[in-house]
C-alpha cells in the first residue's frame, strides 16, 4: 500500500511539472546593430544611432561645426567668411559694401555756435573717401537733408558704396550743402574695415567726440 502511495504521488507530480511553462527569451529572434543590445525584445541604441534595430546612423552625432556652421549628412555647411572641416577656417574679404548708414550724432552748428546756413540749419549730405581725408570726389550720397535740428539722418540714396581694399583707411564725411559757395565740410571720421571683420558683423557702429554713423555692410569674399 505504500508502494502505491508514493508512486502515486511521483506520478501527480510528473504531471505538475509537465504543465510548467519555459520562460520565452523575447530577444532570440532579435538583432541589434550598431553595438544595440536587446532588452526584453526591444534594442536598446547607443548614442549616434536609431531605428527598431539601431541601423539608422546620425552622421552628425560628434560632428562640431563652428562659427555657426550647420552640420548636413555629417559635413559641416559654413555660413558666407569662413571655411573649413568644421568651419573654422575664416576667409580674407576682398571688399566691404556700404549698403545704407545712418547719422545718429553730429554738430548742429558750429563750434562757436553760428548756425550752419546764414539763416537755418545745415543741409547735409555724405560722402566717403579713401583715406584720411574727407573730399567730394569719390562717393557723394544721392540725397540731401535739409535744416537739420538733430534727428537721425538715415542715407540709402546712391548706395550702395563698396570699399575695394580692406588694408586702406576711408573717411566718412558730413557736408553742408550751399547752393551759392562752396559746400562747408561739417565733420568726420576714418575708419579701417579690417578693424571690424572679426566675425563678419552686418552693421559697423562707428563713433567719435562729435559724430556717431552705423553702416549696414556687405563682406564680398
Known amino acids: 500500500m505504500k508502494h502505491l502511495i508514493l508512486f502515486a504521488l511521483l506520478a501527480l507530480g510528473l504531471a505538475f511539472g509537465g504543465c510548467q511553462k519555459e520562460e520565452k527569451d523575447y530577444c532570440e529572434n532579435v538583432t541589434c546593430y550598431n553595438g544595440g543590445v536587446c532588452d526584453d525584445g526591444l534594442c536598446d541604441c547607443p548614442p549616434g544611432t536609431s531605428g527598431f ?5 546620425d552622421l552628425c552625432y560628434n560632428v562640431v561645426c563652428l562659427n555657426n556652421g550647420i552640420c548636413i549628412n555629417g559635413t559641416c555647411d559654413c555660413p558666407t567668411g569662413y571655411t573649413g572641416a568644421n568651419c573654422g577656417t575664416a576667409k580674407t574679404p576682398i571688399s566691404m559694401s556700404v549698403l545704407s548708414m545712418t547719422v545718429t550724432k553730429y ?7 553760428a548756425s550752419w546756413d546764414l539763416n537755418d540749419g545745415a543741409d547735409v549730405f555724405v560722402t566717403f573717401s579713401t583715406g584720411t581725408t574727407a573730399t567730394t570726389t569719390e562717393f557723394k550720397s544721392g540725397f540731401t537733408y535739409t535744416d537739420v535740428t538733430g534727428q537721425d539722418l538715415p542715407f540709402s540714396t546712391g548706395f550702395p558704396v563698396t570699399l575695394n581694399n580692406n588694408g586702406n583707411n576711408y573717411t566718412v564725411g558730413l557736408w553742408d550743402y550751399d547752393a551759392t559757395s562752396s559746400d562747408d565740410y561739417m565733420v568726420g571720421l576714418n575708419f579701417n574695415p579690417n578693424t571690424y571683420r572679426s566675425g563678419f558683423p552686418s552693421t559697423l557702429n562707428l563713433v567719435v567726440s562729435d559724430l556717431e554713423v552705423v553702416l549696414d555692410v556687405q563682406w564680398n569674399f
Open 53 to 57: 534595430d539601431c541601423s539608422v546612423k
Open 107 to 113: 554738430p548742429v552748428v558750429q563750434t562757436g555756435g
